[in-house]
C-alpha cells in the first residue's frame, strides 16, 4: 500500500521530451507517486498522438510543442474533448514552462542541441533540473554550471553514469556545487562504466559495413535512435567524460572508461585510500529518474531487484580506440577545451543523422567529425550566443563534408 504523504510538499513538474524515452519513463515514476508530483507542463518535438495520450492522462496545465502545425492540430484535439490544458508552441514556450514560476522540478529530457535554451532557462529560474540532455554540458558546461550556481538552481545528473557518481560521491560535493577539486575530496579518479554497445567484438573491418539496424539493436538499454547511435560508436561515453569533467569538476586524466557488458554497475568513484565505490543496479532508467525526483528522499521507481545470482559475474575490459575512434575525439576535444566540445557535438549529431538516413557508413560518423573538428578554430567560449553560432557552422562544415563523401 502507499504510504500517504506527510510532510511532503506536491511538487509541480515540467517535462521537456515528454514523449521520448526518458520522458515517459519520468511519466512512468511520477504515476507511482501522485500524492508527490503533480504534471505541470509536458513538451515535445512534433508527435501529436503521443502527446494528445499524455495530455489525457496527465491533464497538464501546459502543453508545448516544437512545430507550430503539430500545436494546432494538438489544440484541435484537445477543445474537442473539453480538455483545459494550454497548448503552445516554438522555443520561448519551452523557456517559458521552463522558468516558470509555478515549476518545481524540470526533466530535460529533450535529445541533442535543442535541449540547451530550456535547460539554461531552468537553471536561470532556481529550478531543480534533472538533466538527461548530456548534450547541454558538452557545448556549455562551463556557462550552465555558472547559471545553476548564479540561479541557486539545484542539478541531479540522470545519465545513468553520473547518476551512480553523484551517489557515491562525497557529501560535500553532492550538497552544494562547489569548485572543489576531487582530490580535496579524497576523490582519485572517476570510472565512468560502458557496455560496450552492440559492437563491442566487431572487428574493424566489420564496422565499417553495419548497418542502421544493427546499430539500433542495443543489448542491454531501451533509448532514443540517437543515443542508441552514440552507445554503438561509443560517442555516447566520449560525451559522457565531457559531461563528468563540468558536473563533478574532474580533470581529463581523473574520468577513466571501463568497458563493462553487464551494465550492472552504473560507475564508480575510487578514493585516494584505495576504496573504489560503485552503484548496482538492474540497467533501467527509473532508478536515476526517481533518486533526481525524490532527492534526498528514496523513492520506490518500479525497477525489479537486482538478481546477482541470475548476473552471475561482472566483466571488465578496456575501451578500444582504434575501433571506436568517437571517444578518443572526445577526449582530444576536451583537452582542446573552449568551443571544440561544441563542435564535436554538432558535428556528431549532423553524422549521426546521416546515418540514420542512410547517406552515410558507420565509420564516416568519427571521420566526419574529426574533419570538422581539425578544420575549426577552436576559441574561448564567452556566451550562448557565440555556442548557438558555433553550433551552425559546425552543422554546415559537417553537412558540406558529407557531401563530399
Ligand atoms: P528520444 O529520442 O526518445 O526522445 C526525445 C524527446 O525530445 C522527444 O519527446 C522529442 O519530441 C523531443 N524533442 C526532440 N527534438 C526537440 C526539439 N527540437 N524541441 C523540443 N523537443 C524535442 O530520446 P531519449 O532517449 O529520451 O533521450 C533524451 C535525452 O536524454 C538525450 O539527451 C539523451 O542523451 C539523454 N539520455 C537518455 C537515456 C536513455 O536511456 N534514453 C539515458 C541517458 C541520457
Ligand atoms: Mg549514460
Keep these: 500500500m502507499c504510504a500517504k504523504s506527510v510532510g511532503h510538499q506536491m511538487q509541480n513538474v515540467t517535462i521537456l521530451g515528454a514523449t521520448g524515452t526518458i520522458g515517459l519513463q519520468t511519466l512512468d515514476v511520477i504515476s507511482q507517486h501522485p500524492d508527490r508530483f503533480n504534471v505541470f507542463a509536458l513538451a515535445a518535438n512534433s508527435n501529436v498522438k503521443s502527446m494528445l495520450a499524455l495530455c489525457n492522462t496527465y491533464a497538464p496545465e501546459y502543453a508545448v510543442m516544437l512545430q507550430e502545425a503539430a500545436a494546432v492540430e494538438l489544440g484541435a484535439e484537445l477543445k ?29 529530457a529533450i535529445v541533442g542541441a535543442a535541449g540547451l535554451h530550456p535547460a539554461m532557462a531552468a537553471a536561470k529560474a532556481g529550478k531543480r533540473i534533472l538533466l538527461a540532455n548530456k548534450e547541454t554540458l558538452v557545448m556549455a558546461g562551463n556557462l550552465f554550471m555558472q547559471a545553476v550556481i548564479d540561479g541557486g538552481a539545484s542539478l541531479l545528473p540522470i545519465d545513468s553514469e553520473h547518476n551512480a557518481i553523484f551517489q557515491v560521491m562525497p557529501h560535500q560535493r553532492t550538497k552544494s556545487l562547489s569548485n572543489a577539486t576531487l582530490s580535496s575530496l ?66 581529463p586524466n581523473q574520468i577513466d572508461v571501463v568497458v563493462h557488458p553487464q551494465s550492472v554497475i552504473h560507475s564508480m568513484v575510487e578514493y585516494i585510500d584505495g576504496s573504489v565505490l560503485a552503484q548496482l543496479g538492474n540497467p533501467d532508467m527509473r532508478t536515476p529518474i526517481a533518486y533526481g525526483l525524490g532527492y534526498p528522499d528514496r523513492l520506490a521507481s518500479g525497477v525489479s531487484s537486482l538478481d546477482l545470482l541470475t548476473t552471475a559475474r561482472l566483466d571488465f575490459c578496456a575501451p578500444d580506440l582504434i575501433r571506436f575512434p568517437c571517444l578518443r575525439i572526445a577526449y582530444e576535444a576536451l583537452n582542446m577545451g573552449g568551443t571544440a566540445p561544441a563542435i564535436l557535438n554538432a558535428a556528431n549529431e549532423v553524422a549521426v543523422e546521416a546515418f540514420l538516413a542512410e547517406k552515410i557508413g558507420f565509420m564516416d560518423i568519427p571521420n566526419t567529425i574529426e574533419a570538422v573538428l581539425a578544420a575549426s578554430n577552436v576559441e574561448q567560449v564567452e556566451s550562448i550566443e557565440q555556442l548557438v553560432a558555433v553550433d551552425a557552422y559546425a552543422r554546415l562544415a559537417a553537412r558540406k563534408q558529407i557531401n563530399a563523401l
Design 80 to 108: 474537442s474533448i473539453g480538455s483545459k490544458t494550454i497548448v503552445k508552441h516554438g522555443e520561448a514556450a519551452l523557456n517559458d514552462i521552463s522558468a516558470h514560476e509555478q515549476v518545481d522540478i524540470v526533466m530535460a
Design 186 to 251: 579524497g576523490v582519485k579518479r572517476v570510472l565512468l562504466t560502458a557496455s560496450g554497445g552492440p559492437f563491442r567484438n566487431a572487428s574493424l573491418e566489420e564496422l565499417k559495413t553495419v548497418t542502421r539496424a544493427q546499430a539500433l539493436n542495443h543489448p542491454n538499454w531501451v533509448m532514443g535512435p540517437k543515443i542508441t547511435v552514440d552507445s554503438a560508436t561509443m560517442m555516447n561515453k566520449g560525451l559522457e567524460v565531457i559531461e563528468a569533467h563540468w558536473l563533478f569538476n574532474a580533470l
